[in-house]
């Protein structure tokens, strides 16, 4: 296992950041959640990496996806050693 992180930038209302945060406890996969309705701070991250202002952004050990796109997700996280 690499230790590589996850963190999801998501917000309550937003069904794609659901699947995909459901999508990593159907893994086992451990990611941290940021809600960028609550914590300005992390808003303003996911806009920095993803350069947009779409959400979900899901950070894998750096590598930036925007939206729930299981594809993307799979090849991140057997990039880096998680799943």
Not at 33 to 51: F, H, L, N, P, Y
Not at 61 to 70: A, K, L, M, S
Request: with cysteine; aromatic share 8%; hydrophobic share 45%.
């Amino acid at each position: 296992m690499s230790n590589a992180t996850i963190t999801v930038y998501s917000a309550t209302w937003c069904a794609f950041c659901h699947m995909a945060k459901n999508y990593f406890d159907k893994l086992g996969v451990a990611y941290t959640d940021r809600d960028v309705e609550q914590d300005m701070a992390a808003a303003t991250e996911a806009v920095s990496k993803s350069g947009q202002m779409g959400i979900p952004v899901i950070d894998i050990g750096g590598e930036i996806i925007v939206g729930f796109d299981r594809p993307k997700i799979d090849a991140a996280l057997k990039a880096h050693k998680l799943a």
